[in-house]
């Protein structure tokens, strides 16, 4: 089966400083799909940014860019010139690819507090 | 972007009744919805996946019987907690799939389940 591991419980960061989130997974699969989502208080689930794991190149959203390190199955979410806004639970997640019905599987999150 | 909207957003009910939480996509047909509860702080753990027109699969240690899902349309999956009791109180949010990339999975707002 496959697992998410978010070792950080908690980070925070200064405004306009980077931040780096950590996420690790385990899988027999070659190709799936790994995702950042974003909880703020709302609780509302927000799509962060999405790596497919036949892709070499990391992915990048504006001020979020991920380390994906396909054989050390690492997947770290950084977030450059952080704002107030950035503050929320972030969520790893894995999805396996070519598989219709197949639901997120989620790490334990990481509450990010952003400070002025 | 597609929107899946869950109601109600919040309920309050009295131990032993029941509540039925809707999860309609809005601008898609979704063959597959996703079922998670999420406690304070914690992870959303997924207690089933429906699919239209057909039974729910649901993830080992939820109760079919407490929570039932019926998805007897393209646009629209439901879970009623049945008898619920105060350990149901939770937040639950629904995830539906689109149809066509299958990649693409979308999350209600939640709904916040207080039972007294």
């Known amino acids: 089966a496959q697992t998410v591991t978010q070792s950080q419980p908690e980070m925070s960061v200064q405004e306009a400083e980077t931040v780096t989130l950590s996420c690790t997974y385990d899988?027999?699969?070659?190709?799936?799909?790994l995702f950042w989502y974003k909880q703020p208080p709302s609780r509302q689930m927000i799509l962060v940014i999405r790596q497919e794991a036949y892709k070499q190149q990391n992915a990048t959203e504006n001020r979020f860019s991920v380390n994906f390190q396909k054989a050390a199955k690492s997947f770290s979410l950084k977030i450059s010139d952080s704002q107030l806004g950035d503050a929320a639970m972030y969520f790893c997640?894995?999805?396996?690819?070519?598989?219709?019905?197949?639901?997120?599987?989620f790490g334990k999150g990481t509450t990010l507090s952003v400070s002025s | 972007g597609a929107v899946v909207s869950q109601h109600p957003s919040r309920v309050i009910c009295k131990s032993g009744t029941s509540v039925k939480i809707e999860c309609r996509s809005l601008d898609f047909q979704a063959t597959t919805m996703f079922w998670y509860r999420q406690f304070p702080k914690q992870s959303l753990m997924l207690m089933a996946t429906s699919n239209e027109g057909s039974k729910a699969t649901y993830e080992q240690g939820v109760e079919k019987d407490k929570f039932l899902i019926n998805h007897a349309s393209l646009t629209l999956s439901t879970l009623t907690v049945t008898s619920a009791h105060p350990e149901d109180s939770s937040f639950y949010i629904c995830?539906?799939?689109?149809?066509?990339?299958?990649?693409?999975?979308?999350f209600g707002s939640g709904t916040q389940l207080s039972v007294l």
């Open positions: 899988t027999s699969e070659s190709d799936y799909y």
């Open positions: 997640a894995y999805r396996r690819i070519n598989q219709a019905g197949t639901a997120l599987i």
């Open positions: 995830s539906a799939q689109e149809p066509i990339s299958r990649e693409k999975l979308f």
